[in-house]
């Protein structure tokens, strides 16, 4: 099983709209619809952003929000914040109990 | 207030065996539908999943790593153990648990991780 393809790095200005990708293949990303999202300052415990694709857990803001098409995913975050400036992985099910990962985009919030 | 915890030695030696250990609060392993996984991230590189394990004691691993993997539970502890055995400095990498739900398909509470570094 092949890591999930993120661009390494992202930037925006506040209150500006950016979207990560995440692409992998029939066999996780484009076969499931069990794709999720994570925020991760470094030093601290990665936060469930979206599950199922676009699912938001309680308490995740709106501005974050999911998406998919065939077999790449998209996490998009709108009006940007400083304090969104963090990694981002995402991870999908890949069949029979088992999960790919990203390997993680920075943003930078200019 | 769920919190999950890893711990173990920061330093190993190539071919020697590793044991993290997984402490959490705020859920039971004893509850139905409950799992800790373990996730790894070497430097630089993308986050690989690495086993999981059920309240009712399933155990789940990565294909890849299967044949160096165990995950135990210690459910009147509130703790998961993974070890690994056979080290080498390809394994160095930030280890991670996370609690899962059968049949959710995604983590929902993190640790903050452990670096753990192979070398001579």
């Known amino acids: 099983q092949s890591a999930l393809t993120q661009p390494a790095s992202v930037s925006g200005s506040p209150g500006q709209s950016i979207t990560i990708a995440c692409t992998g293949t029939?066999?996780?990303?484009?076969?499931?619809?069990?794709v999720s999202w994570y925020q991760h300052h470094p030093g601290t415990a990665p936060k469930l952003l979206i599950y199922?694709?676009?699912k938001r857990p309680s308490g995740v803001s709106n501005r974050f929000s999911g998406s998919k098409s065939g077999n790449t995913a998209s996490l998009t975050i709108s009006g940007l914040q400083s304090d969104d400036e963090a990694d981002y992985f995402c991870?999908?099910?890949?069949?029979?109990?088992?999960?790919?990962f990203g390997g993680g985009t920075k943003l930078t919030v200019l | 207030q769920i919190t999950l915890k890893e711990s173990g030695p920061t330093l190993v030696r190539p071919t020697q065996t590793l044991t993290l250990t997984c402490s959490f609060s705020?859920?039971?392993?004893?509850?139905?539908?409950?799992?800790v996984g373990w996730i790894r991230q070497p430097p630089g590189e993308a986050l690989e999943w690495l086993a999981l394990?059920?309240?009712?004691?399933?155990?789940r691993y990565s294909p890849s790593l299967s044949s160096r993997l165990t995950i135990t539970r210690d459910t009147s502890k509130n703790r998961v153990v993974l070890t690994m055995t056979h080290m080498d400095p390809v394994d160095t990498a930030s280890y991670y648990c996370?609690?899962?739900?059968?049949?959710?398909?995604?983590?929902?509470?993190w640790g903050q991780g452990t670096l753990v570094t192979v070398s001579s």
């Open positions: 394990i059920y309240w009712d004691g399933d155990e």
């Open positions: 705020g859920f039971s392993l004893s509850t139905g539908g409950v799992g």
């Open positions: 996370a609690r899962y739900w059968q049949g959710r398909y995604y983590f929902d509470y």
């Open positions: 199922d694709v676009n």
């Open positions: 991870s999908s099910y890949s069949g029979t109990t088992t999960w790919v």
């Open positions: 029939s066999s996780d990303v484009g076969g499931y619809d069990y």
